[in-house]
T-cell receptor, first 113, second 114 residues
Framework: EPEVTQTPSHQVTQMGQEVILRCVPI?????FYWYRQILGQKVEFLVS????????KSEIFDDQFSVERPDGSNFTLKIRSTKLEDSAMYFCARTRQGTDGYTFGSGTRLTVV | DQQVKQNSPSLSVQEGRISILNCDYTNSMFDYFLWYKKYPAEGPTFLISISSIKDKNEDGRFTVFLNKSAKHLSLHIVPSQPGDSAVYFCAAKGSGGSNYKLTFGKGTLLTVNP
C-alpha cells in the first residue's frame, strides 16, 4: 500500500475552471508539501504545510492556489482558475521531520485545455 | 536561478559497470542532500541522503560522495543493473526553522544496457 495516495491520477480541465487535487498521507506525519513538474523540467517546490498552516510558499504559489487539510487526513491543493501553463504533474509529499527522506505520492497529471 | 545543477541530461552504462551521477550546487546554506529516482508516471522515490557533516554515505549498491569545498556531490551505483534505468534527481535542503523545502536539479536519465 502506498504511503502517500493521490487522486485523481489524471485530470483534464478547461482553462479557467477550478480543480482540487487530493492527497492522503498515511500515518502521523507533520509536514506536507506540494511540488510540481512541468513536462521536461525540474521538480519545483510549491508550498509546505505544517501544523495546519502554510509554513513556506514559492513565487509560483500565487493567489490562485490554496491548500488545506480540512478533515485532518486529506491534504488538498486547489487551483481556482486554471491556466494552460498549470499543466504539470503535481506531487504531494510528507515528512515527519526535516531530515527524513521525503515520501512522494505517485502524482496527479493535470492537463489544462 | 539554478541552485542545484545536474549538467548531464543523460548517461548510458553497461550492466555490471559503475554509474556515476553528478550534481553541483551554488547555495552554501544547503546542509542536506538527497538523491531520488523517478520512473515515468510515478513520484520520486528516495534513494539515499547525506548530511553536510559527512563526505560519504553508503547503502548497498549506492554511495553518495559530498565535496563541500567544491559544492559537488555524486551518486555511485555499482554494479549497475537494468532496473536502475530511470531519471535521477539530486535535491538539496537548507538549514534551520521549518524550512524543509527541497530544491531539485533537472535530473539525469540513466540507461543501463543489458
Amino acid at each position: 500500500e502506498p504511503e502517500v495516495t493521490q487522486t485523481p491520477s489524471h485530470q483534464v480541465t478547461q482553462m479557467g475552471q477550478e480543480v482540487i487535487l487530493r492527497c492522503v498521507p498515511i500515518s502521523n506525519h507533520l509536514y506536507f508539501y506540494w511540488y510540481r513538474q512541468i513536462l521536461g523540467q525540474k521538480v519545483e517546490f510549491l508550498v509546505s504545510f505544517y501544523n495546519n498552516e502554510i509554513s513556506e510558499k514559492s513565487e509560483i504559489f500565487d493567489d490562485q492556489f490554496s491548500v488545506e487539510r480540512p478533515d485532518g487526513s486529506n491534504f488538498t491543493l486547489k487551483i481556482r482558475s486554471t491556466k494552460l501553463e498549470d499543466s504539470a504533474m503535481y506531487f504531494c509529499a510528507r515528512t515527519r521531520q526535516g531530515t527524513d527522506g521525503y515520501t512522494f505520492g505517485s502524482g496527479t497529471r493535470l492537463t489544462v485545455v | 536561478d539554478q541552485q542545484v545543477k545536474q549538467n548531464s541530461p543523460s548517461l548510458s552504462v553497461q550492466e555490471g559497470r559503475i554509474s556515476i551521477l553528478n550534481c553541483d550546487y551554488t547555495n552554501s546554506m544547503f546542509d542536506y542532500f538527497l538523491w531520488y529516482k523517478k520512473y515515468p508516471a510515478e513520484g520520486p522515490t528516495f534513494l539515499i541522503s547525506i548530511s553536510s557533516i559527512k563526505d560519504k554515505n553508503e547503502d548497498g549498491r549506492f554511495t553518495v560522495f559530498l565535496n563541500k569545498s567544491a559544492k559537488h556531490l555524486s551518486l555511485h551505483i555499482v554494479p549497475s543493473q537494468p532496473g536502475d534505468s530511470a531519471v535521477y534527481f539530486c535535491a538539496a535542503k537548507g538549514s534551520g526553522g521549518s524550512n524543509y523545502k527541497l530544491t531539485f536539479g533537472k535530473g539525469t536519465l540513466l540507461t543501463v544496457n543489458p
